[in-house]
């Protein structure tokens, strides 16, 4: 190598000169092809990655064939200057990057179109130089130039992609939020607006749905078929029915179960749901990770107003006010299991592990304080309800 030749930083004048006509010279013998080129790349690319044929969605069409004679004018563009501005070629491929996300895929669709094309453009170029005998050096330069292009194209699409997906995932979250603040909140939801907000949230409706209720603030990850707010104060969930219990122990807290019902009962799921996490903290339902409405139906109806449950107990067993406390309580399991075994002796015996001679004095002492009561149908069935709703609330009573 001469001294000269090592100079920098580049070729003298006269070789930029002629480095710019020959460029021009090639961008001129590329140009009228180019309507040829997208032709074809379009037609490879639709049969390489069928998602993208769609034969009655025409505005698909052309976007597709709009992102292909874009990228090969830039590139026609590059080739003589190599300075043109990208920024065309950048915002469309972000915008084919938005579209991707936007329709819920991943980039590998647009990564095989990329490929495709790139692909075609090869071949296009090496007709091309045997056409007009370009040199090996040229050939070259145009190879080098085509696949760094490429990447150009897969960079900016990724960054369309991963812009449009944060923010729709954004947007989507909040749909969610609002679409499951609808279905348990008051009043119903009319279907078209359910249905339209369900499509814009990415959420497949199901026939039927369970509340989850709570009992701390949580955090993880559910798939697109459940609704969520994991925040406090009230963490509860919306899932299709029916709910498989070991998708809930990654929860990590006591958690209740509401009945499924369908869409328009979601919030009678939820409140169900709530009432049972409260009656598991009073301790007047058994303390597991995860409370079954279903298998409690009887304790959340009586249990529903407690104060209304009080009022209830207060008349229905006035009749106990005269007995010290230990003796009431006695008389009380007495009284529900009497009513319970259709006055069998021998049951309640069983029932409450004591002597059958025990309960039928205890049964006289009833007799004496509520008297006809204990004929009454009516009376017999307001008698239970009330000291099965206060054995509830105070198990050990």
Known sequence: MSRDSARQPGPAPRDAG???VRRRELAALMRPALPALADWIVREVLRAVPVYARPGDASYGRVTRHGVQCAVEL???LVEDPLASRERLYETCRRLGVGEAREGRTLDDLQAAYRVGTRVGWRWIMRLGRRHRL??????QLAEMLFGYADELARMSSRGHREASAELEGTRAGLRRRLLRLLTGPGAVPAAVLAELAAAAGWP????????AAETAVSTAWGSDVLADLDPPQPHLLLPAPVDARTLTR??????VGPATDLAAAAH???WARAALRLVADGALPDVPVTWCTDHLTELWLLSDSPLAEQVARR????LAQFPDRTRRRLGETLLSWLQNGGNSEKIAVDLSVHPQTVRYRVRQLKQAFGAR???????FAMQAALRASGFRSPGA
Do not use: I
């Open 374 to 380: 204990l004929d009454d149908p009516d009376a017999r």
């Open 75 to 77: 590139f026609v563009d």
């Open 251 to 256: 929860l990590g807290t006591r958690v209740a």
């Open 205 to 212: 409706v199901p026939r039927e749905v369970a509340a989850v």
């Open 18 to 20: 002629d480095e710019v």
């Open 269 to 271: 799921s939820l409140r």
């Open 316 to 319: 229905e067993l006035a009749a």
């Open 135 to 140: 040199s090996s050096a040229v050939m070259a």
